[in-house]
């Protein structure tokens, strides 16, 4: 059924179309399935070619004119595009990257083996080439990596008629969609003017008259975060982008902004997790194996101390077995606990939100929380210690633990990412997984050491 232009797809649809697309290309049948393609936006394009084994992929795209492949280049994820790239000849690639932009094309040759970085570049044209070395020499995560170099600036004594003739006449390309920015006779950037302002302004206006003269704007090499962030804060649509002399080299806009934010969040979310960063459900085994395996291996060792801990109090399990039933139920929800305020804190953290100040007001917050909730939680985990053993002082064992370890678990979960950020290390990195262990670790030592203490009572 074919699909009606401009309707956005949902996933069951973009499912079907994935499996129909499947079957028509192992069919042979590649003329439908261009038809079947040119019905969907390119987005929905590069999505469901993603999906595709590489084989059928790669003989979908080769299919194509160049100008096509160029276009969903930019919507294919880094996985699938480095894939599809790297089997192309250095002519055909210097030839499809003619339709890319500049900063992808940067991604693009990046991605390539060192072997044949200079094998493509070599086949750039002058200016693109210089372009795109300019490019690389960037911090991978800095705004300049992320910004539209193709932006067009006015001279600040022109009138508002000179700059649209020569916005018409020399840049009907440039992406300049919502601010014009001014400029010196040297390029450093001197202002900026409003879309509507300069389309309402009398055609004789200097753009001088009409200019803001404090720009806000960001550095070229800053990190790709605080620039996002100051686009956020200030509710703009787009930033300029200066280099080390003020000179205006580019525009962040807030498409660009988006893929920042979709990107630095789903770092914080593996980091988290201890995953790699560049981790991806779609990965292939040996990456996978390389990502995963290093965080899993140290996080295993470390869980051997809590092994040690448990076996050091052996005694007291093989005399009173029932503190056994609430080893987990006491270590689990305190790290449960400690996550939530780690998950609040790391995107704090990422947003700006926690100043210095903050700190000792929050850290009283969950003091107090900790002590509430602990208690609740630990006189309901106590009051079914004594219907199971009928023993209060095995239920004030279990409540002490209980509370104790949440209250800990409340404070660790906010410092440990606290002090990874004063160590200028991300505060993502495997919080939740140092928070958990380190909440095993308590739990089992109150459980077990306050057992061990009036062991004689519980039996």
Request: hydrophobic content about 45%; aromatic content about 6%; proline content about 4%.
């Amino acid at each position: 059924m074919p699909t009606p232009p401009g309707t956005a797809l949902d996933h069951q649809r973009r499912e079907q179309l994935i499996e129909e697309i499947a079957r028509l290309v192992e069919e042979g049948q590649l003329d439908q399935v261009k038809v079947r393609l040119d019905e969907l936006h390119h987005a929905d394009q590069a999505e469901i070619l993603a999906e595709l084994a590489e084989d059928s992929r790669n003989r979908v795209l080769k299919g194509m004119p160049e100008d096509r492949i160029g276009e969903l280049l930019e919507y294919l994820d880094e996985e699938p595009r480095a894939r599809f790239v790297g089997d192309l000849e250095g002519t055909t690639l210097s030839r499809i990257l003619v339709h890319v932009d500049e900063e992808l094309v940067a991604d693009i040759v990046e991605e390539l083996p060192d072997e044949r970085v200079e094998e493509v570049l070599s086949l750039l044209s002058e200016e693109d080439r210089e372009n795109v070395a300019e490019l690389l020499r960037l911090p991978e995560d800095s705004a300049g990596r992320w910004m539209s170099p193709n932006v067009v600036a006015f001279q600040r004594h022109w009138t508002v008629d000179e700059a649209f003739r020569y916005l018409r006449r020399e840049r009907p390309d440039a992406d300049q969609p919502f601010y014009l920015y001014t400029v010196d006779s040297e390029g450093r950037l001197q202002g900026v003017v409003s879309l509507r302002k300069f389309i309402i302004s009398d055609p004789e206006t200097r753009l001088e008259d009409i200019m803001i003269s404090d720009v806000l704007h960001v550095a070229v090499d800053m990190d790709q975060e605080q620039a996002a962030e100051m686009l956020r804060h200030y509710d703009l649509m787009a930033l300029p982008v200066v280099d080390g002399e003020g000179h205006l080299v580019g525009v962040l806009t807030a498409d660009d902004v988006l893929d920042v934010q979709v990107e630095e969040a789903t770092e914080d979310i593996y980091l988290q997790a201890g995953l790699d960063a560049d981790a991806s459900p779609h990965s292939p085994i040996g990456p996978t194996l390389r990502r995963r395996v290093p965080w899993l291996l140290a996080n295993l060792t470390i869980g051997f101390l809590s092994a040690l801990i448990v076996s050091y109090f052996e005694g007291t399990i093989a005399t009173v077995a029932a503190l056994a039933a609430f080893m987990p139920i006491v270590a689990g929800h305190g790290g449960n606990t400690g996550s939530q305020t780690t998950t609040l804190v790391v995107r704090g953290i990422a947003l700006g939100e926690i100043y210095r100040k903050d700190i000792p007001r929050m850290l009283m917050k969950e003091l107090m929380f900790g002590l509430f909730y602990g208690c609740l939680a630990g006189v309901l985990t106590g009051c079914l210690a004594y219907l199971l053993t009928r023993n209060l002082w095995m239920a004030a064992v279990v409540f002490l633990a209980m509370a104790g370890n949440i209250l800990v678990a409340g404070l660790a979960g906010a410092t440990i990412p606290l002090g990874l950020r004063a160590l200028n290390i991300d505060p993502a990195l495997a919080s939740t997984v140092w928070l958990t262990t380190f909440t095993d670790w308590v739990g089992f030592l109150l459980l077990l050491g306050l057992g061990t203490y009036v062991v004689q009572r519980l039996m």
